[in-house]
Nanobody, 115 residues
Framework: QVQLVESGGGLVHPGGSLRLSCAASGSKFSFNTMGWYRQAPGRQRELVAVITSAGSPNYEDSVKGRFTISRGNARNTVSLQMNSLKPEDKAVYYC?????????WGQGTEVTVSS
């Protein structure tokens, strides 16, 4: 059974930083492209960043230059370093991976940006 476990959310002031981490397990297939989505209250879930197994990243425009996605050496982990956080970054952040059986999601970790 595929599991994605996230950690690292919390409360931060505007301009602050947080690092989210996600560890995937339970698949006989390689975890190729992994990524992060977020969902703010009253809004649809949206892509934040994805990264291939080769380490090639892609970012949503509003986070470019502020967020950095990276893979761990074990290739089953993905992190999201978030700098210069803004109130509009407040959301529940979800780790995700697509495998032959479908798309899998973590339970989500909440990020609150408030003064």
């Amino acid at each position: 059974q595929v599991q994605l476990v996230e950690s690292g959310g919390g409360l931060v002031h505007p301009g602050g930083s947080l690092r989210l981490s996600c560890a995937a397990s339970g698949s006989k297939f390689s975890f190729n492209t992994m990524g992060w989505y977020r969902q703010a209250p009253g809004r649809q879930r949206e892509l934040v960043a994805v990264i291939t197994s080769a380490g090639s990243p892609n970012y949503e425009d509003s986070v470019k230059g502020r967020f950095t996605i990276s893979r761990g050496n074990a290739r089953n982990t993905v992190s999201l370093q978030m700098n210069s956080l803004k109130p509009e970054d407040k959301a529940v952040y979800y780790c995700t991976v697509v495998l032959p059986g479908g798309r899998y999601w973590g339970q989500g970790t909440e990020v609150t940006v408030s003064s």
